[in-house]
């Protein structure tokens, strides 16, 4: 889509301080977005007040024109927007950490309990309901837009749009861009100097291609970079060297999906370590915007944090889709989450997969990338599986579906232990899962 005039974009979930600003300084670094509006919508009134205030002075710092608006009620935040980019979580840290908690009392060990594993699953069971009610408002509010989707477990989420929402969607995440910044350290080059084109599914996805942006394989670089440094990413590493291509974004994040991942994943990057790490980074960015707001520090300080994540391509990817979408200025994404078409032929058909895509006036349109070797394909082709009956469970609020999503996991392996983690899990977290109150 080309746009007439300049697009509404809605940020939902914008009382996040990490997801609001970094996105909206991305807005007002986007020439090419001025005169746009942007809407703030969350459900948490004291925290959109305190991230609009920051966000309006970054637009007076811009100099921009731009018009905002915060509000607490979706479909006025959702009237007439041609982008929406939702970031939403349920007490993020409390929940997370009981995720991963309660099934390790049961001896699950799961690496981080986000994405995959019995955490990965009640992710999924508290959050896909939320999303699908967004999906609802606009299909009343905004039936055009396009939803762009940060909201883990990613591929679950995508998934539940895609078959229950007449919503456009695309899934985002920095993860490939990352593991380019990893990597370069080893390989001693600027990340800006790789490319790659990575397949799978996120979170679990597979480097086909990794090259000098002048065209050369940069693989050989990387294997020997490897033998220099041995005790970087022990379980990307291994898998590299038995399957053939890097898995991307981290030990910690594929991990989730395979039974070794606790065991071959660095301890300080899992379990409540990598939670507590994740939170840390998170309160000190809301720590940064207090002294902004109260005056201890000045705006240009935090500019230059946000700043430091563009330069070192840690950021999200909605706003580079968008303007593309707005000017026809054609680029190479290198990872969207979007139903299979084509895009990996040995994986299933409207499967959520991660692959690269060019973005334009026209649209969002993914790669098709062949087979993944089939040694890779069978490993995602579960994960696609547990994904579908997890996504089934959430939506129907079926227990029994539930268990059988663990029961095929790969980090489960007693079904004892599941039944007794699946019905901790469900009662502690009982006020975030109403659909499963009289579930059996």
């Known amino acids: 889509m080309v746009a007439d005039s300049q697009p509404k974009i809605t940020l939902i979930g914008a009382g996040s301080a990490v997801f609001s600003l970094t996105t909206f300084f991305d807005i007002v670094s986007s020439p090419s977005l001025e005169g746009c509006e942007v809407s703030l919508m969350d459900i948490n009134e004291d925290r959109l007040k305190?991230?609009?205030?920051?966000?309006?002075?970054?637009?007076?710092?811009?100099?921009?024109?731009?018009?905002?608006?915060s509000t607490t009620d979706l479909r006025e935040a959702l009237?007439?927007?041609?982008?929406?980019?939702?970031?939403?979580?349920?007490?993020?840290?409390?929940?997370?950490?009981?995720?991963?908690?309660?099934?390790?009392?049961?001896?699950?060990?799961?690496?981080?309990?986000?994405?995959?594993?019995?955490?990965?699953?009640?992710?999924?069971?508290?959050?896909?309901?939320?999303?699908?009610?967004?999906?609802?408002?606009?299909?009343?509010?905004?039936?055009?837009?396009?939803?762009?989707?940060?909201?883990?477990?990613?591929?679950?989420?995508?998934?539940?749009?895609?078959?229950?929402?007449?919503?456009?969607?695309?899934?985002?995440?920095?993860?490939?861009?990352?593991q380019l910044v990893s990597l370069s350290e080893i390989m001693k080059v600027n990340p800006e100097e790789l490319d790659a084109k990575a397949y799978g599914l996120n979170h679990f996805s597979w480097i086909k291609e990794l090259r000098f942006r002048d065209?050369?394989?940069?693989?050989?670089?990387?294997?020997?970079?490897?033998?220099?440094?041995?005790?970087?990413?022990?379980?990307?590493?291994?898998?590299?060297?038995?399957?053939?291509?890097?898995?991307?974004?981290?030990?910690?994040?594929?991990?989730e999906y395979l039974p070794y991942g606790w065991d071959l994943t660095p301890e300080k990057v899992r379990g409540v370590n990598w939670i507590e790490e994740h939170k840390k980074w998170t309160d000190q960015m809301m720590t940064y915007a207090e002294r902004v707001a109260s005056g201890a520090l000045s705006l240009e300080g935090l500019k230059q944090i946000l700043i430091r994540q563009k330069h070192h391509i840690i950021r999200g990817r909605a706003i580079d889709i968008i303007k593309a979408m707005v000017t026809n200025d054609r680029y190479l994404e290198l990872a969207v989450n979007i139903p299979n078409q084509g895009n990996i032929t040995n994986l299933p058909q409207?499967?959520?997969?991660?692959?690269?895509?060019?973005?334009?006036?026209?649209?969002?349109?993914?790669l098709c990338m062949g087979n993944l070797p089939k040694p890779i394909a069978a490993l995602c082709s579960l994960q696609i599986t547990i994904q579908e009956i997890a996504v089934e469970a959430a939506v129907e609020g079926s227990r029994k579906k539930a268990l059988q999503a663990l029961l095929i996991d790969p980090v489960v392996d007693n079904v004892d232990a599941a039944k007794k983690a699946l019905n901790e899990m469900i009662e502690v977290f009982s006020e975030y899962l109403p659909q499963f109150k009289y579930s059996q």
């Not at 799961?110 to 896909?128: A, D, K, N, S």
């Not at 409207?350 to 993914?366: F, K, L, M, Q, S």
Request: net charge negative; aromatic share 8%.
């Open 350 to 366: 409207n499967a959520i997969v991660e692959v690269p895509a060019i973005v334009d006036g026209a649209g969002i349109y993914g």
């Open 50 to 69: 305190f991230a609009s205030k920051i966000i309006n002075r970054l637009l007076e710092d811009s100099k921009m024109k731009i018009r905002t608006e």
């Open 79 to 178: 009237e007439s927007s041609d982008f929406v980019i939702v970031s939403i979580e349920k007490d993020r840290w409390y929940t997370w950490k009981l995720d991963w908690e309660i099934p390790v009392k049961y001896g699950i060990r799961q690496v981080i309990g986000e994405c995959g594993g019995p955490g990965g699953l009640l992710h999924t069971l508290r959050i896909v309901p939320d999303v699908l009610e967004i999906c609802k408002a606009m299909e009343d509010s905004c039936p055009e837009a396009l939803l762009l989707n940060y909201t883990n477990p990613e591929g679950r989420v995508c998934l539940a749009i895609n078959r229950y929402s007449k919503i456009k969607a695309v899934g985002l995440c920095p993860g490939i861009y990352e």
């Open 215 to 255: 065209g050369r394989d940069a693989y050989p670089l990387l294997k020997e970079s490897l033998k220099r440094n041995p005790d970087f990413q022990p379980l990307c590493r291994t898998l590299y060297e038995i399957f053939g291509l890097y898995p991307s974004p981290s030990d910690n994040h594929v991990g």
